[in-house]
T-cell receptor, first 114, second 116 residues
Framework: GAVVSQHPSWVICKSGTSVKIECRSL??????MFWYRQFPKQSLMLMAT?????????EQGVEKDKFLINHASLTLSTLTVTSAHPEDSSFYIC??????????FGQGTRLTVV | AQSVTQLGSHVSVSEGALVLLRCNYS??????LFWYVQYPNQGLQLLLK??????LVKGINGFEAEFKKSETSFHLTKPSAHMSDAAEYFC??????????????FGQGTILTVHP
């Protein structure tokens, strides 16, 4: 299957700082990438959908100014958590797909804000 | 709108016993359905998917699921549980086709425990 790499696997940052998470499709061109958030003992919730070269579409209740998504190339999307606070601590997972294919998931990023 | 309900947040079985994880969906369009497994602090691994072909779908690691439109169900089964099956399992639904394919709505997850 297709490989999606997410980096870093885990990160600890201080409250008020920004953190960038990368999602790369290693062996295919990803026309669409999805970003999910998973709180402890909960399911995955879609945060936003990004298409290459376009602005991301955010789900209701997700602050677009806080969670900046960039999908500048067909193999890379980034999620930047700006001015992170402890309540942003979560597991963030990306998935990537080519047109008309299923989405493939990265291994996730554990963010802890202290 | 789509939704997925997984009945039972925790399922416990003995090694060698049948595994049955339940999933019911709601969708206004013909759905694509998926089962994923997640190990602690890891991403999701696809077990199997239904994309409107055969209603009985066979996946990896001996898992299979049957799409039953009349019951709006897509239950996951495995005849004989193995200790390595202990993990959290997610059922998910997606619109079929095009750019919406891959935008997933997940169920709440079911933690499977396997006892020796």
């Amino acid at each position: 299957g297709a490989v999606v790499s997410q980096h870093p696997s885990w990160v600890i940052c201080k409250s008020g700082t920004s953190v960038k998470i990368e999602c790369r499709s290693l062996d295919f061109q990803a026309t669409t990438m999805f970003w999910y958030r998973q709180f402890p003992k909960q399911s995955l919730m879609l945060m936003a959908t990004s298409n290459e070269g376009s602005k991301a579409t955010y789900e209701q209740g997700v602050e677009k100014d806080k969670f900046l998504i960039n999908h500048a190339s067909l193999t890379l999307s980034t999620l930047t958590v700006t001015s992170a606070h402890p309540e942003d601590s979560s597991f963030y997972i990306c998935s990537a797909k080519a047109y008309s294919t299923e989405a493939f998931f990265g291994q996730g990023t554990r963010l802890t804000v202290v | 709108a789509q939704s997925v309900t997984q009945l039972g947040s925790h399922v416990s079985v003995s090694e060698g016993a049948l595994v049955l994880l339940r999933c019911n969906y709601s969708s206004s369009v013909p759905p694509y359905l998926f089962w994923y497994v997640q190990y602690p602090n890891q991403g999701l691994q696809l077990l199997l998917k239904y994309t409107s072909a055969a209603t009985l779908v066979k996946g990896i690691n001996g898992f299979e699921a049957e799409f039953k439109k009349s019951e709006t169900s897509f239950h996951l089964t495995k005849p004989s549980a193995h200790m390595s099956d202990a993990a959290e399992y997610f059922c998910a639904v997606s619109d079929s086709g095009g750019t919406s394919y891959g935008k997933l709505t997940f169920g709440q997850g079911t933690i499977l425990t396997v006892h020796p």
